[in-house]
């Protein structure tokens, strides 16, 4: 009887051993990997950090202020023939200037051909500088009528006085043509100054001559 009650709790023992073994097991709690975390982290802050930067408009560099290059200065240009410039009108008194009184050859005074003629300019002498021979009245531009180009005054003039300054020319041989001469006074040092004399001639036939006035 004992042998057998042996036996029973042997058998009891065995039994109870086999189905604890079948039973279910406990799922192994998975080890977390701290350094797996802190990647994961680091990632997950980078690809939101990206997109708030494609979100958020990119500031315009503003460009430096570009340099204007100063204005190049004109240079003034030299009368074009027949059309001496506008002279400046000087302020006060002037060591060398003169003013203008009279001529004895209108503007479009018809002349032949080749014809002799005498041009007569009086002028005031307006400036603070006696003239004496000097001084001379010179062609300056445009037609050259005859060979001419430079008059010397002959007599002292000293300012405030007036003095008439004759010019030989010839009318130039081509027909049916307007011609202008350009004239200025030049001083002692070869500088002109005051403004132009100038005479305007026509060379005509016979038929279209103007008489001359006479004195």
């Known amino acids: 009887m004992k042998k057998k009650s042996v036996i029973f709790i042997c058998l009891l023992v065995g039994v109870s051993i086999i189905s604890a073994s079948c039973g279910a097991r406990p799922e192994p709690t998975p080890t977390v990997d701290p350094a797996a975390i802190m990647t994961e982290v680091a990632m997950t802050i980078s690809a939101e950090l990206t997109q708030v930067a494609l979100l958020t408009p990119s500031p315009t560099p503003t460009l430096p202020p570009t340099a204007t290059p100063p204005p190049i200065p004109t240079q003034a240009l030299p009368p074009p023939s027949g059309q ?15 003013l203008y009184i009279s001529d004895a050859i209108p503007d479009d005074t018809v002349f032949w051909k080749n014809e002799k003629f005498t041009q007569r300019w009086k002028i005031e002498n307006t400036g603070t500088t006696t003239w004496d021979s000097s001084y001379t009245l010179t062609y300056w531009d445009g037609d050259i009528l005859g060979d001419i180009t430079a008059v010397s005054i ?27 001469s350009w004239w200025r006074m030049v001083n002692d040092k070869g500088q002109p100054f005051g403004e132009y004399l100038w005479i305007q001639i026509y060379v005509g036939t016979v038929f279209d001559k103007t008489p001359i006035p006479s004195g």
Do not use: C, F, H, R
Not at 84 to 98: E, K, S, Y
């Open 84 to 98: 001496p410039a506008v002279l400046p009108t000087a302020v006060g008194p002037q060591p060398d200037n003169w």
């Open 154 to 180: 002959t007599n002292p003039v000293k300012p405030g006085v007036q003095v008439e300054i004759s010019v030989p020319m010839v009318a130039p041989s081509i027909e049916g043509k307007t011609y202008k």
